[in-house]
Nanobody, 127 residues
Framework: HVQLVESGGGSVQAGGSLRLSCAAS????????MAWFRQAPGREREGIAA????????YYADSVKGRFTISQDNAVNTVYLQMNSLKAEDTAVYYC????????????????????WGQGTQVTVSS
């Protein structure tokens, strides 16, 4: 089993930056890919960034491309999400997710590809 714990959320003004962390524990050797999702009030959860652990290839939603960066530190089993130029519409609960098995870049944002989820961390951007 794998446990995921997010941290780094908070409140920031528009144009500011935050870095989220997702620490994995347990059977981390079984993780093949990880991602960040977010869910704003009244909206469905959406995938915003993913990374294939083995090769380091990254994927982004159009809404965050060029502003957010996903990265990994395998030495400490942690994935990060650097968020720059934040906008009010980035306000949401952010979730970390991990999956194992074959990874297809074309469906990186499908929630059912991920076996493990963190509890979420709130990000609030004020305009």
């Amino acid at each position: 089993h794998v446990q995921l714990v997010e941290s780094g959320g908070g409140s920031v003004q528009a144009g500011g930056s935050l870095r989220l962390s997702c620490a994995a524990s347990g059977k981390t050797y079984s993780i093949d890919y990880m991602a960040w999702f977010r869910q704003a009030p009244g909206r469905e959860r959406e995938g915003i960034a993913a990374v294939y652990i083995g090769g380091g290839k990254t994927y982004y939603a159009d809404s965050v491309k060029g502003r957010f960066t996903i990265s990994q530190d395998n030495a400490v089993n942690t994935v990060y999400l650097q968020m720059n130029s934040l906008k009010a519409e980035d306000t949401a609960v952010y979730y970390c997710a991990a999956g194992n098995g074959k990874f297809y870049g074309g469906n990186w944002s499908w929630q059912d590809r991920y076996n493990y989820w963190g509890q979420g961390t709130q990000v609030t951007v004020s305009s």
